[in-house]
């Protein structure tokens, strides 16, 4: 089979490694990729929005199946696409279409389905710019620290958590009338904070059943103890050790069922993975977002972890044959550690020179903003690549991949040293 995966960073590399390995494929095509996809796929050099250019090189490649990687296209709706034009629609996607899309394309959308299915969630109202003032009076509602949300896609950077009631009121008029986040921020969802501690759950459905991948727990802010801004992702860890069976049979129940059970309810067709970012509040779950495709850098630690044919689990999920599939995962704990370009998640140059990834040992190195230059690795991003371990429990894979860290090099390279420091 000649498959196509659209997008080009760490999540993607790390899904093209694992499918690599899979005797069912022929082909693999990357589009656009990066410099470590190029090392085991065609890279195409395609925008995941170009549907008809993608699917130009469908139809040439005699590909048979999609996996998005980003969230835009599927927002877009590449499914829908796919699925409406006769010379597309017996190639298979993995995303959703964009009804389902919704999910992860807006707050509001989301919240409303997860009230609408008594899927724990924190309190919330939405506010336009129009409803400015409601905000305000909501605000005061509030105990601080205040959660703001801007409701369309905002690449990860569009979530507030402010400590006061006045700086929270100047922020929303930012987001609602100076459109501090374009037009994803015409709406904002407002929030009362969650006091717990985060982690990530994710499916693989069909929008009746699902198989339940390696958990994981990512760090967001750049800085160590969780300071500063946010990112797309610093580093991340598989499994969480504080989830045990109890806390995750009572994710399954209380979350992921009523998740999938609400999707038939409200006929959403649902392909794809579904992603729960979660807050454990006093041993309860509850739900703090949904995605619609797999996180970054958790892709990192969660597909290395599957040891089951990543190409046969989505042929399952794709022909219907999900139900009775066991999926097979190691019990070694897997980490990651993003290294990111001096002056991210703010201004930061390209092009910097890396070096030592070939003296890497006993670490899988994921490549994210990076590309080929004659016989040189550049940097192509604000996160540049991922070093990925394998251990007993995730402070002997942690060691690994901090003792790789530093063989590696490029000007300006920063990354946290203190992954994991809360568990």
């Given amino acids: 089979m000649n498959v196509l995966i659209l997008g080009s960073g760490g999540r993607e590399h790390t899904l093209a490694w694992k499918l690599a390995q899979s ?87 989301a919240k409303e389905f997860m009230i609408r299915h008594n899927i724990p969630t924190a309190k919330y109202q939405s506010f336009t710019k129009e409803t400015l003032d409601k905000g305000y009076q909501f605000l005061e509602e509030l105990k601080a620290p205040y959660v703001l949300k801007a409701d369309g896609l905002a690449a990860g950077k569009g979530v507030l958590i402010i ?9 929303l008029k930012e987001m609602l009338t100076n459109q501090k986040f ?43 103890g969780d300071t500063g801004l946010n990112t797309g992702g610093m580093g991340a860890i598989s499994p969480v050790p504080f989830a045990d069976d109890k806390l995750l049979t009572k994710i399954e129940k209380t979350i992921i069922q009523p998740s999938i059970k609400g999707l038939q309810k409200d006929k959403i067709d649902f392909l794809g993975f579904l992603f729960f970012g979660l807050m454990i509040v006093d041993d309860k779950p509850l739900v703090i977002e949904y995605n619609v495709r797999m996180g970054d850098p958790e892709t990192e630690v969660v597909v290395p972890r ?45 092009g910097k020179t890396i070096t030592g990834i070939d003296k890497v040992t006993d670490s899988i190195v994921f490549h994210a903003g990076t590309k080929a230059v004659d016989d040189k690795i550049l940097s192509n991003g604000g996160r540049v690549l991922a070093v990925t371990s394998f251990g007993k429990d995730f402070k002997e894979a942690l060691e690994k991949s901090y003792a790789n860290l530093k063989k590696i090099n490029f000007d300006k390279m920063n990354y946290r040293k203190d992954i994991g420091f809360d568990l």
């Fill in 163 to 171: 400590d006061t009631v006045q700086e929270a009121k100047r922020e």
């Fill in 23 to 109: 005797p069912l494929l022929n082909q693999l095509f990357i589009a656009p990729g990066n410099a470590g996809t190029a090392q085991i796929g065609i890279n195409i050099p395609l925008g995941v929005s170009d549907f008809k250019a993608i699917k130009e090189t469908v139809l040439q490649h005699q590909i048979k199946l999609v996996i998005v990687g980003p969230e835009v296209p599927l927002v877009e709706g590449i499914h829908d696409y796919f699925s409406k034009d006769k010379e597309l629609n017996d190639v298979a996607v993995i995303g959703p279409k964009k009804q389902g899309a919704q999910l992860e394309g807006s707050k509001e959308f």
């Fill in 306 to 350: 599957i040891q089951s044919d990543l190409l046969e689990l989505f042929i399952a999920t794709t022909t219907g044959t999900l139900t009775n599939y066991k999926i097979q995962i190691t019990p070694q704990s897997a980490t990651t550690v993003m290294a990111v370009s001096g002056g991210y998640p703010e201004k930061y140059e390209n």
């Fill in 182 to 224: 374009g037009e994803a921020g015409q709406t904002v969802v407002i929030e009362e904070y969650l006091d717990g501690i985060e982690m990530s759950c994710f499916a693989l459905t069909n929008g009746k059943d699902y198989v339940i991948l390696p958990n994981a727990k990512d760090y967001k802010r750049i800085g160590e």
